[in-house]
């Protein structure tokens, strides 16, 4: 989903509409690549990156389907690095994860039923 950041003409900074359009695209960021792929940092970081490589060979604003987070795990302290996706990047992240992972054998087969 795009958002135009439309050019001030009512006395708005600039800085208050681009918050807004980030405010709008956070939105669309509805999945957690943690807990979708249960599995540990480094292939989730290895999932994504596939992922976002597929969308800029697509010319897709990667900044519209994933985005960085970092959650704080309140019984460790620990910080934890996470991806907030779209529903585009939450697919994109299902294809090309690890297929021994249950959940992404399965979107695999099953898109190719619906294809074929």
């Not at 800029?56 to 910080?79: C, G, M, S, W």
Request: aromatic share 6%; glycine share 2%; with cysteine.
């Amino acid at each position: 989903m795009k958002y135009a950041i439309i050019k001030s003409e009512l006395g708005f900074p600039n800085e208050v509409l681009s918050n807004l359009a980030e405010a709008l695209r956070n939105k669309e960021l509805a999945y957690s690549a943690s807990s979708l792929m249960q599995t540990s940092l480094d292939q989730i970081s290895e999932t994504v990156n596939r992922a976002i490589k597929v969308c800029l060979a697509q010319k897709i604003p990667v900044n519209e389907h994933f985005k960085r987070v970092y959650i704080v795990d309140a019984e460790t302290h620990e910080i934890i690095r996470d991806w907030k996706l779209s529903r585009l990047g939450y697919a994109l992240v299902l294809l090309n994860g690890n297929t021994e992972n249950p959940l992404v054998a399965n979107t695999q087969i099953e898109l190719l039923r619906v294809l074929l």
